[in-house]
């Protein structure tokens, strides 16, 4: 069975800004992954070019095995762009109808308003709404058709706590039929608890790519910090130590085999106020899309 999503090599520069630069994923379909990077990183631009809005300058594009405008035409991709107006004026249900009326086979009305948790609200103005809520009927105009993708780019950016809790109950939903949804984020947190693979962009390129758990395995960091008196340069070079951050007397040693470092520590009696910090992925990110030497080995 072809993916759902597949860029190969594709490159894309405005003006001088190389916005995606060589950039190769495959997604699978049924899978919800997350595109997580800093701003600026390309997550729109991949975005826009994988739902077919321009061309790569480079590399090929395709969504099902297809061109992604042909798979846009053929209802089999909804999107959820990060900004756009929603018609105001009229009801949830009016605005719904009216956009399922656009697709060859649609999801029934009572369907796509559950899904979205909207039955309630169905005969409410779209502009009395709360952002959260509105942010609801932006999905259920994007799953209206039933589409077998979502594509949304930062879909909670401007929600709170709650509305983002009640959007992605919206979304497992639709993703429990076997859709598969690529989502954009900042927020790390909700790259591990929502998707099955969190794929880093950093510069135009994918930085690291496979589930939290494996992302955080493979940069490895594992912190080890402890208390030295005078020079510390020796401990950068201490095994499993890819990285080093000294402030006043305390060293914090990013290590790849903590066991390791810290036996190495011990056998130099550099044991003072020892503690070891597991990973998390905020570590992980930092690490995969700062400009310091590892990002650079990753890039
Ligand atoms: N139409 C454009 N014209 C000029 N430069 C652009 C254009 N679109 C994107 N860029 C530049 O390309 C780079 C990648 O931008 P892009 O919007 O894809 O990043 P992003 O990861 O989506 O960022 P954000 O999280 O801030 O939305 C940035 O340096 C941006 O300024």
Sequence with gaps: MENAVSLANVTKTFGATRAVDGLTLTIPRGRTV?????????????????????????????????????????????????????????????????????YREPLPLDRLLALAQLTGLRDRRVDRLSGGQAQRVRFAMAIAGDPELIVLDEPTAALDVEARRELW?????????????????????EADEQADRVIVINRGRVAADGTSAEIKREVAMTTVSVT????????????????????????????????????????????????????????????????????????
């Design 169 to 189: 109950a919206s979304m497992r939903g639709f993703a429990e039929r076997g859709r598969t949804i690529l989502f954009s984020t900042h927020y790390l947190e």
């Design 228 to 299: 030295v008196g005078g020079e510390a340069a020796w401990l950068g070079r201490l095994p499993g130590v890819t990285r080093m951050e000294v402030a006043g007397d305390r060293a914090r040693l990013h290590s790849s085999d903590p066991d390791a470092t810290v036996m190495a520590l011990a056998r130099a009696g550099a044991v003072r106020d020892i503690e070891v910090t597991p990973a998390d992925l905020e570590d992980a990110f930092v690490a995969l899309t700062a400009t310091g030497p590892l990002a650079k080995e990753n890039a």
């Design 34 to 102: 997350a595109l997580l990077g800093p701003n600026g990183a390309g997550k729109s631009t991949a975005i826009g070019m994988l739902l077919g809005l321009f061309p790569p300058d480079s590399g090929t594009v395709s969504l099902f095995g297809r061109d992604p405008e042909q798979a846009v035409r053929h209802g089999r991709v909804g999107a959820m762009p990060q900004e756009g107006g929603i018609i105001t004026r009229v009801t949830v249900r009016e605005l719904l109808s009216f956009v399922s009326r656009t």
